[in-house]
């Protein structure tokens, strides 16, 4: 008989920063309250693990916000999978509606947890790990001499 985690995501880690930390960090939360749209492609880059390009993710979220005028109906999805990445306490519908309340206050947390987890958010996903492979020889190993017998 194989038993189940009773863990659930209201059981997982506390995120790294609270929610209204807005302000330890100005420079992004400057940028996010006027452009909201760079912060969470930042964000949307590294929680898609490069399969979405910051580039890609920002202008979805301006064209959504254009013709519904509530961008947070895109960027709450990527709070949610990003908490679900890293096992962080909340749920589905709170996610929700911090980014409907205070979007500049939910980016920018979802921002900071991803800088406090090692990642350099602007580089985005592939920049990151560029970084994290640096010194690492890629490629097949070097023999040196040949056989010897």
Request: hydrophobic share 35%; charged share 20%; glycine share 12%.
């Amino acid at each position: 008989m194989e038993v189940e985690s009773s863990k659930t995501q209201a059981d997982g880690e506390y995120w790294s920063t609270g929610f209204c930390d807005c302000f330890s960090d100005c420079s992004n939360c400057c940028i996010t309250f006027w452009c909201p749209c760079i912060t969470f492609g930042q964000i949307a880059e590294i929680v898609d693990r490069g399969s979405t390009s910051c580039g890609t993710a920002g202008a979805i979220y301006v064209l959504i916000a254009a013709l519904v005028g509530c961008g947070c109906i895109y960027s709450c999805f990527y709070r949610i999978k990003m908490r679900r990445q890293y096992n962080l306490k909340g749920s589905d519908c709170g996610d929700c509606l911090k980014h409907f309340f205070c979007e500049v206050c939910a980016l920018t947390q979802a921002y900071r947890e991803l800088n406090n987890r090692g990642f350099d958010v602007p580089l985005g996903w592939h920049g990151n790990v560029e970084r994290q492979n640096a010194g690492v020889a890629m490629g097949a190993p070097v023999v040196e001499g040949g056989m010897m017998r």
